[in-house]
């Protein structure tokens, strides 16, 4: 009996020290409180907690942690990119300065109903529990041409001919009037090109016109009347998106060629409306993924076969099985962007057409 009993006293003892960890764990991590200070038009909500808060409470990138907006809870990673997570994630974005919450290729203000003003509060939910997932996809990159193997590189410029695309049709690159330092080689090389038609899926006009006095070949083609400002969003779903995606094919079907695709960087909405034009003009699954990852290996160095690699190139497969609504054989892709054009865009068969036709004959 009395073996027994030193033997739930020892219990009793190891209970009590794991019970006085955990609070002392929990106790560690204090939480940090705010309010959305703004969301921008993609529906991301800037908070007023700041990158210098959250070092001070413990808190580091590959942490997982529960942020609390308003009557929304959830568990999401720390990271300092939207790419840290899958598409349609939330992570909580550290960008130096402040903590910025938002989902990939998502809208967080409409998921999570944040307005300005609206509380936000983030606590702990588990140290360094995204660290290995954080790693692989951390992403890095400099603003330094001379880092970068050419200028096409560095401005993330290149004709795109997979499938059937014919040479000299179709461009992508970076903004070439973001003002920055990519910017200048974007106008430059666009100009090499001979673009006759631009589709620029970023901007308004009055953003845009505010960087035309650096970028000479752009502006000559705004005057014309070759340019198209559509200011999307990243939900590539939304109504509002597909209603500008309409508009963006319309106009490239009643304007010449050659084409320039472009977002800010080139690679999430101009690789998404990119993938879907290879996808209808013949390209496989593998050639459009290969495509989407060339953004990442200019940008970041993302070696193909890598982790990093292959986490990443998921995001354009999700994109299509989103667009299908389940999943499906490779082969179907085309099948599958030419019933999204027509029953989610709206564009009629005959208009889908048109765009083969530009793009390969």
């Known amino acids: 009996m009395e073996r027994f009993r030193k033997a739930a006293v020892l219990l009793l003892a190891i209970l009590i020290i794991l019970s006085s960890c955990a609070t002392t764990e929990e106790e560690s991590y204090p939480s940090v409180s705010g309010t959305i200070v703004s969301i921008s038009k993609y529906g991301n909500a800037m908070t007023s907690i700041t990158s210098e808060e959250m070092k001070a409470a413990g808190y580091q ?21 939207y790419s840290d997570v899958d598409r349609s994630s939330a992570v909580a974005v550290d960008d130096g300065n402040a903590i910025e919450l938002a989902i990939n290729y998502g ?5 999570s109903g944040c307005s300005e003003g609206t509380a936000v509060t983030v606590s702990m939910a588990e140290k360094g529990g995204y660290s290995e997932e954080f790693m692989i996809r951390h992403l890095v990159r400099t603003e330094n041409r001379d880092d970068y193997a050419s200028d096409a590189v560095f401005a993330n410029f290149r004709e795109v001919t997979v499938g059937n695309i014919k040479s000299g049709v179709l461009y992508r690159s970076c903004s070439p009037v973001r003002g920055d330092a990519r910017a200048p080689y974007a106008d430059a090389l666009m100009g090499e090109a001979g673009i006759k038609t631009v589709i620029n899926l970023a901007d308004s006009e009055e953003s845009m016109s505010e960087e035309l006095a650096i970028a000479p070949n752009y502006a000559v083609l705004y005057e014309n009347g070759s340019v198209i400002c559509l200011n999307m969003g990243v939900d590539f779903f939304a109504p509002d998106f597909t209603a500008k995606l309409h508009d963006a094919l319309i106009f490239m079907i009643e304007n010449p060629g050659p084409y320039l695709i472009h977002c800010n960087e080139g690679k999430d909405r101009a690789g998404m409306v990119t993938a879907t034009l290879e996808a209808i003009s013949g390209a496989t699954m593998d050639e459009i993924v290969a495509d989407y990852m060339t953004s990442y ?44 054009l027509e029953n989610t865009v709206g564009l009629e068969k005959a208009q889908i057409e048109a765009l083969k036709a530009i793009l390969t004959e």
């Not at 970041?300 to 292959?310: A, N, V």
């Open 297 to 340: 290996e200019n940008y970041y160095g993302t070696e193909k076969g890598t982790e990093q690699y292959d986490a990443i190139a998921n995001i354009i497969r999700d994109f299509f099985t989103d667009m299908n609504g389940k999943p499906f054989p490779a082969a179907s892709v085309g099948t599958v962007a030419e019933v999204y």
């Open 107 to 111: 809208d967080f203000s409409s998921v």
């Open 61 to 81: 990138t590959g942490d997982l942690i529960t942020i609390t907006v308003g009557d929304y809870s959830a568990i999401v990673p720390l990271g300092t990119n």
